[in-house]
């Protein structure tokens, strides 16, 4: 029996919209003051329960608005639950628009001990895993030249050479699979499939049918912020059909 | 509690990364780098002493280490509340992907304008020297108004990072109050000269700083008893308050950037 690495009990993410965005003083203060500060709430997520067991790979699927992202913002802990409780074991790696948080007047080499402490990795790790890291980006001398520089596909390599060397327990992809040129993407899928048969636990956003097929065993979908259906890929796969077709 | 200090421990390599980093940036490029930290309060200096010469008293040879004193120590003050506010939206795409814990953030920016602030000292040194300045046994209390100041810019700078998510005004905002700040903290001027209004002296938490440093470097007195209670009482307060609206406000940071 493998045991439960996430488990999303009774979640719900309250968004409050103000009518107009207040973010300056005076009109907070007008508004207070009138008592005007009218805002709609509204749940991006209500209710959702679902567990992931050790080495499962999950597919988050949903309508664009289904509250797929919000989902997963909520579990790699960056936005807080209104109500519910999330607990997860291990280290949590977003793989999520890479490159995003580079600096760009820092070189690429000095970007990638910022970005391995981000994701919570001490000193001396970075350190041993520095020429892997170089070496899988194929930057070369690049390396120690500012990020400002390079070109998107340069950033997005070392990125994802950053985020996959450091082997995480539960790998967060969000629609990543385009990097690069035709040479690297088939470089990064076969990583990602050893990091796959290593038995990492994945959640996966896409709205690529074939490619959720080939890569997940399990899926959950969402319809406007709640769970309507989890169980296998491919009976959810098939649902999920249905209800783009109609 | 001891969940805070764990994950503080995890998260030091990313502190000191973000500390560094804030320091090379600055002088990145300029081809007289970190020496700017020296030569900049040192040009504010002689121009400051230029401008107001006629203020000072007749014969006084350490009217330039008075003005530096008061000048570096604001100048602290000013650069680190002000880049402790702008740094939770400066790193708003980390925070919107990663999880850190955010008052890293705010207290990197504190941290590495304090260090830039250590070495400008080197300045006050050599001025000091060059004016034959005195040391006295005194100068060791030195250390204390600075780790006041040090407190009192975090607590100041979280409660500033705060409401500049909310606000974006509070960044003009706070530059007129820096601004107030400055001509209300006896920096090119002797208190005597505005003795009608020496409680608005008395009031500000930054001249206490600035008048317990100076007794220590300039005057050779121990510090001022009253001053001293009045800026640790501010900076507490001011430190607790800053911690307690972050973290009360913190989760929602990330609806708002």
């Known amino acids: 029996m493998s045991k439960i690495v996430i488990d999303v009990d009774g979640v719900g993410v309250k968004f409050r919209m103000n009518d107009e965005k207040v973010d300056n003083l005076k009109e907070y203060i007008i508004r207070k003051i009138t008592g005007r500060i009218g805002y709609k709430e509204f749940w991006a997520l209500r209710n959702i329960s679902f567990t992931v067991e050790s080495g499962d790979r999950v597919a988050v699927l949903g309508m664009n608005g289904a509250g797929k992202s919000t989902l997963l913002k909520v579990i790699a802990g960056v936005l807080k639950a209104t109500e519910g409780k999330i607990t997860s074991q291990g280290r949590i790696a977003p793989l999520l628009e890479l490159g995003a948080g580079f600096d760009p007047q820092y070189s690429g080499a000095e970007n990638i001990y910022l970005y391995g402490a981000m994701l919570g990795y001490s000193r001396d790790f970075i350190r041993s895993k520095f020429n892997e890291i170089v070496e899988f980006s194929e930057l070369g001398e690049f390396i120690n030249s500012p990020v400002k520089n390079y070109s998107s596909g ?60 080939k890569i997940c065993n399990k899926a959950i979908f969402l319809e406007s912020g709640t769970l309507i259906a989890s169980g296998p890929c491919e009976d959810i796969c098939d649902i999920y059909e249905v209800k783009s077709n109609q | 509690m001891k969940q805070i200090i764990k994950n503080f421990q995890k998260y030091r390599f990313l502190l000191s990364q973000l500390v560094v980093k804030e320091i090379k940036l600055k002088y990145r490029k300029s081809y007289l780098g970190i020496l700017w930290t020296l030569i900049e309060p040192l040009l504010t200096m002689i121009v400051l002493y230029l401008v107001f010469s006629k203020l000072r008293k007749n014969n006084d040879r350490t009217f330039a280490v008075y003005i530096l004193t008061g000048r570096l120590l604001y100048s602290y003050f000013s650069h680190a509340t002000k880049s402790a506010m702008k740094s939770i939206r400066v790193n708003a795409q980390m925070i919107k992907k990663v999880y850190v814990p955010k008052y890293i953030y705010p207290l990197a920016s504190v941290l590495s304008q304090f260090i830039t602030f250590l070495i400008s000292l080197v300045v006050l040194a050599a001025v000091s020297i060059v004016l034959r300045i005195k040391p006295t046994i005194h100068i060791l209390e030195a250390i204390i108004p600075i780790i006041i100041l040090f407190f009192m810019a975090l607590g100041i700078g979280l409660v500033l990072a705060t409401l500049a998510v909310f606000f974006r005004d509070m960044e003009y905002l706070w530059d007129v109050v820096l601004m107030i700040i400055m001509y209300c903290s006896a920096i090119f001027y002797y208190p005597s000269m505005v003795s009608d209004n020496s409680w608005i002296l008395r009031m500000n938490p930054l001249y206490a700083v600035i008048l317990n440093f100076r007794n220590a470097i300039l005057e050779g007195v121990p510090l001022d008893s009253g001053a001293l209670l009045y800026s640790i009482a501010f900076s507490a307060i001011a430190l607790l308050a800053g911690i307690w609206l972050f973290y009360k406000n913190q989760d929602r940071f990330i609806l708002y950037l």
């Not at chain 1, 997005?156 to 790998?171: H, K, N, Q, W």
């Not at chain 1, 385009?178 to 088939?186: E, I, L, M, P, Q």
């Open chain 1, 154 to 213: 340069m950033k997005t390599r070392l990125g994802f050479s950053i985020a996959t060397v450091v082997e995480p327990d539960i790998l967060i992809l969000d629609e990543v699979f385009a990097v690069g040129d035709a040479k690297f993407r088939k470089k990064s899928e076969k990583k990602i499939q050893s990091m796959f048969d290593r038995g990492i636990t994945v959640l996966f956003v896409s709205h690529n049918i074939e490619q959720v097929k």
